[in-house]
Structures are given as structure tokens and as C-alpha cells.
């Protein structure tokens, strides 16, 4: 996997959804100012973006190669002493915590010590409206589906209880890492 699909999965961890569940926000709003001129806008005056900038710092987990193409040991690597300098809820940097924190020293910083910091998880196979029978018990297969899964599904044809249950099966996987499903 290369830096870029490693920041690109990273990006995935920050979105709305991780950051609304934390009472933050995710992207700035414009402020109308007529002597501003948005960054990266055709010089047009009138608008102009905050930048928000953050950095986390931790472990940092990256994969430099497939563990199925290289040797698995030689796949990944850990930065011990790494950082993730956001900047306006999109991921611009990753390196040792010492050189971005040097380089950007008005920025915020959240130290997650020795914990973690990886790409999210994918569950490329899930059935969200089964969240709220998660280790119901059946003999059979269709002993579990007439018994729970078919009579919870029904449940779905009221938009609040769905809406509900999205909320809770988004904030659960969210708590546990994963960030992309199918």
C-alpha cells in the first residue's frame, strides 16, 4: 500500500461522522470577509476559509507493501514517535512528531502516548440491521432467521427506529476502528 492510499485510509478515520460523534467539527465554516481572499481561490475577494490545523500524535502504523507479495514482517512498519498533522479535516502530513511539531508550533496537539494510530478497519460484509440482535442464539440458520432476523428487519419500515439503529451500528463500528463498510 502506498503513503498516499495510507493517508487517503487515514482520511477515512477523520471524517464527519468521527467527528460529529465527539461533539467537534469537522470542517470549517467561510467566513465573509471583503478583503479576503480564499487559499488556493483565483484571487477572487469576498471569501475566506479558516484553517483549522491539529496534530496526533502516537505510533503511527503504515504498510509499505502487500504482506501477500513481501515478507509479512517487512509489509508494515511502526513509528514510534510519529504524528498526523491535519489540516481543515484532511490529512496533510505524517512523520516523526518531532519534525511536524517543529514546524508547525501553533498547532494543537492531542498525544495519544504510546497508543496506535492506523488507517481504519474494513468490514467489506455487513448487515447493519442485524445490529440490535448481535448473538441472538438459533439452532438452525432459519431457526434464526424466522426467530430474529426476519421480524427485526420488519422494524425497519419505521424511518426513526432505522434512523436509530444506523446511529448505533455507525457509532459502534466507528469505537472499534472501522471506517469503511460494504
Do not use: C
Not at 41 to 62: D, E, R, V
Not at 83 to 104: C, F, M, N, W
Not at 107 to 124: C, E, M, N, P, R
Not at 146 to 161: G, K, L, Q
Request: no cysteine.
Amino acid at each position: 500500500v502506498s503513503h498516499s492510499t495510507l493517508v487517503s485510509v487515514l482520511l477515512q478515520i477523520l471524517n464527519k461522522q468521527f467527528y460529529t460523534n465527539r461533539g467537534m467539527t469537522a470542517f470549517t465554516p467561510r467566513d465573509k470577509d471583503p478583503n479576503m481572499v480564499q487559499p488556493g481561490s483565483n484571487g477572487a475577494k469576498g471569501t475566506f476559509q479558516m484553517t483549522h490545523m491539529t496534530i496526533l500524535k502516537g505510533q503511527i502504523l503504515s504498510f509499505t507493501a502487500s504482506p501477500f507479495e513481501t515478507d509479512p514482517t517487512q509489509a508494515a512498519s511502526i513509528l514510534r514517535d510519529g504524528a498526523v498533522l491535519i489540516r481543515d479535516g484532511i490529512i496533510a502530513a505524517v512523520g516523526p512528531a518531532t519534525a511536524l511539531t517543529s514546524q508547525h508550533p501553533q498547532t494543537q496537539v492531542t498525544d495519544y502516548g504510546s497508543k496506535l494510530i492506523s488507517a481504519g478497519f474494513v468490514d467489506a460484509h455487513v448487515h447493519y440491521p442485524q445490529t440490535a440482535i448481535i448473538a441472538s442464539w438459533g439452532k438452525r440458520l432459519i431457526d434464526w432467521l424466522n426467530t430474529y432476523t426476519f421480524p427485526e428487519e420488519m422494524r425497519f419500515d419505521d424511518p426513526d427506529y432505522a434512523k436509530a439503529i444506523s446511529e448505533r451500528y455507525l457509532d459502534l463500528t466507528t469505537a472499534h476502528g472501522t471506517t469503511t463498510m460494504a
